[in-house]
């Protein structure tokens, strides 16, 4: 019987283990949610999702077409893409700081 709880200790603590792996930080729950405010309408803003918009790139693909650190400036300026649909966004710098890290975590 000791060995079985042992086992089951083990195997609950791995998973425990795993959970804390995967929480992520008060920056990052804060830039997934203005990823989910301001971007989820056109963009996919997780590691599954098609995007909405089928010309909008997943933010999981985004660090291959851009190093998500220079990616602060056109947040905090205002991102132009010349896209038509796609609406203008300035953000404050802590919610560029934000962003980033949760961008950061879908790399």
Do not use: W
């Not at 997934?32 to 089928?54: F, G, Q």
């Amino acid at each position: 019987m000791q060995h079985v709880t042992g086992i089951f200790a083990a195997a609950f603590l791995a998973v425990m283990a795993t959970t804390a792996a995967q929480a992520i930080s008060p920056a990052e729950q804060r830039g997934k949610t203005l990823a989910l405010t301001y971007c989820a309408k056109c963009h996919a803003v997780d590691r599954h999702s098609e995007s909405p918009l089928k010309i909008a790139p997943p933010f999981r693909t985004l660090h291959t077409r851009y190093p998500i650190d220079e990616l602060g400036e056109a947040l905090a300026e205002g991102i132009d893409t010349g896209h038509p649909t796609m609406p203008m966004f300035r953000f404050e710098p802590d919610q560029v700081n934000d962003l980033l890290a949760y961008l950061r975590t879908l790399e």
